[in-house]
């Protein structure tokens, strides 16, 4: 079995500071794991995805989050927040061996504060 | 190119009422998928399409949900006798080539109120 826990239910960053949002996984497999953001009125689009590469990933929009199978974590990181960044943050786990569906967090909603 | 779109983009039935929420996914894709999102939650699986098979449908939270994919294209979710409880918003994502590490595209979603 697979899951996700996102430490998180609500982050407030002021505009131009860091921004952490935490996740930890659990997987019977070697994990892909994903960060999806999810704009209100808009469909979720994909972030970034580790897939047993390197461990330290970049995505779009100045995001990037490391995975530590020590801590089994996979934490977003952007080290300054922008306004335009406000969303609902999911964390996801796939496993890569024949189970192909993604189990998500239950989000993070990001707020900035100008 | 286009995207993943879903119809309708809001659906209101009474309690009780059949309905059907359809989903055409990027051209080419052979993998589709149907989520569930409530409010306030992430997207829960529902169903997972490999070509016109259903390859997983470990997610369809009872009898009354079905979906079908008869042409490996487009894709249907029907409810049957609907309840209140299923009122969320039905997500489609679809994918290259259905293997894990395959990116998903999502759909922007259907909002289905049972009242």
């Known amino acids: 079995a697979q899951s996700v826990t996102q430490l998180d239910s609500h982050v407030s960053v002021s505009e131009g500071t860091p921004v952490l949002l935490r996740c930890n996984y659990s997987?019977?497999?070697?994990?892909?794991l994903f960060w999806y953001v999810q704009h209100p009125n808009k469909g979720l689009q994909l972030l970034l995805k580790y897939t047993s590469a390197a461990t330290l990933v970049k995505g779009i929009n100045g995001f990037e989050a490391e995975f530590k199978k020590s801590e089994t974590s996979f934490h977003l990181t952007k080290p300054s927040a922008h306004m335009s960044d406000a969303a609902e943050y999911f964390c996801v786990v796939s496993d890569i061996r024949g189970n192909e569906k993604l189990t998500f967090g239950t989000g993070t909603r990001l707020t900035i504060i100008p | 190119g286009a995207g993943v779109s879903q119809t309708p983009s809001n659906k209101v039935t009474e309690k009780g009422k059949y309905v059907e929420l359809r989903c055409d996914p990027i051209s080419g894709h052979t993998a589709l998928y149907w989520y569930r999102q409530s409010l306030g939650q992430g997207p829960e699986f529902l169903i997972y399409?490999?070509?016109?098979?259903?390859?997983?449908d470990s997610g369809l939270p009872n009898d009354r949900f079905f979906a079908v994919r008869p042409e490996g294209s487009v894709s249907t979710l029907k409810i049957q006798r609907t309840e209140r409880g299923d009122s969320a918003v039905y997500l489609c994502a679809s994918s290259q080539s259905g293997q894990g590490f395959d990116e998903q595209y999502f759909g922007p979603g259907t909002r289905l109120t049972v009242t």
């Open positions: 997987s019977s497999y070697s994990p892909s």
């Open positions: 399409f490999q070509g016109t098979g259903a390859a997983d």
